[in-house]
């Protein structure tokens, strides 16, 4: 079955401070991983899209790896700043199908 | 540019009525995605157009559930008659290109209409 799943369910860090956030999946045949930020009582937008052969991207203060062989991918946030505090979704699609982790709740405090 | 457009934003029913939620994707998007999203959870696919056809709406409860996207470019999700269990956020995103063997391409969400069924 695929599968995404995210850790942890939630998380709360002092402003300033780095954080990374895990994904494990199991979707196959492996198409593309994204994570998407989802802002209280807003759409999920996109952060980042790696294939296959990607190892890591960056935007911004957001830095994804992905580790193809393991199916697993994280998500560094350096110098957290309390804007930050949202939902982090990892999406994994395979050929015909998407699937979407529960998503990690990072709370950021000044 | 314009971004998904979902109205209304927030709404309350009772159980057994219907409601209907509305969704004007990006311009030229010719991808449209209906999902259900809990509280605390990822938003899960009920629908997905390309064009005005229904390509994948396995994750759809037909008996209760219906969509339809005129004309390939507005959509309209209904629910008839609602219940306890639909309270949710209902998400509608657009892309330029999805399925087959070509990679899929980049989601832009809408803001989401959040249901309320008491």
């Known amino acids: 079955k695929n599968q995404v799943e995210q850790s942890p369910q939630s998380l709360i860090i002092l402003e300033g401070k780095n954080c990374t956030l895990q994904?494990?999946?199991?979707?196959?045949?492996?198409?593309?991983l994204r994570w998407y930020k989802q802002d209280t009582g807003r759409g999920p937008v996109s952060l980042t899209i790696?294939?296959?052969?990607?190892n890591t991207k960056s935007n911004g203060r957001y830095t994804a790896t992905l580790d193809a062989d393991t199916k697993q991918s994280s998500l560094h946030i350096t110098a957290s700043q309390l804007s930050d505090s949202a939902s982090y979704i990892c999406?994994?699609?395979?050929?015909?199908?998407?699937?979407f982790g529960a998503g990690t709740r990072l709370t950021v405090k000044p | 540019e314009a971004g998904v457009v979902q109205s209304p934003r927030y709404k309350i029913i009772e159980k057994k009525q219907p409601v209907a939620f509305w969704c004007n994707p990006i311009?030229?998007?010719?991808?449209l995605y209906w999902y259900r999203q809990n509280l605390g959870q990822g938003p899960e696919l009920l629908i997905r157009?390309?064009?005005?056809?229904?390509?994948?709406d396995s994750q759809l409860p037909k008996d209760r559930f219906s969509a339809e996207r005129l004309k390939g470019v507005d959509s309209t999700l209904k629910i008839q008659p609602a219940e306890l269990g639909d309270s949710a956020v209902y998400l509608c995103?657009?892309?330029?290109?999805?399925?087959?063997?070509?990679?899929?391409?980049?989601?832009?969400f809408g803001p989401g209409t959040r249901l309320t069924v008491t």
């Open positions: 995103a657009s892309s330029s290109s999805f399925g087959g063997d070509r990679p899929s391409y980049e989601q832009y």
């Open positions: 999406v994994v699609s395979a050929l015909y199908d998407m699937r």
């Open positions: 994904c494990n999946y199991t979707v196959s045949p492996f198409s593309n």
């Open positions: 311009s030229g998007h010719n991808t």
């Open positions: 790696m294939t296959f052969s990607e």
């Open positions: 157009y390309e064009n005005e056809e229904a390509v994948d």
